[in-house]
């Protein structure tokens, strides 16, 4: 049985993605991956971080989709307050609002 997953390094990044992407590479829980690249960081006295600089290097990365912080922000402080709406457009609505002129 042969299948053709590629290790890439992951979209789910804290630093590079390669712990991530080997995570994925392995369906494996990518916090679990974390952990056992910093216990080896320890165990082998920093060593393993000119490791992790290579796979940096070498591995390769998936296309990202590109949203500011702002937009990922945004979109994300919506759904939780629930006080807007999106319609058809992908625009918010916002409900409830009063305006009020000074004089």
Not at 24 to 45: C, D, G, H, Q, S
């Amino acid at each position: 049985m042969k299948t053709n997953k590629k290790f890439t390094k992951s979209n789910n990044r804290i630093i590079s993605g390669v712990a991530a992407g080997l995570a994925e590479y392995l369906n494996w829980n990518p916090t679990l991956v974390r952990f056992l690249f910093l216990m080896l960081i320890f165990a082998t006295k920093g060593a393993f971080i000119l490791v992790y600089i290579l796979l940096a290097i070498s591995i390769p990365g998936k296309k990202r989709s590109f949203t500011s912080s702002f937009e990922q922000f945004t979109s994300s402080a919506g759904q939780r307050t629930g006080s807007t709406t999106k319609n058809k457009s992908d625009r918010k609505i916002i409900k409830d609002v009063e305006v009020t002129d000074k004089k």
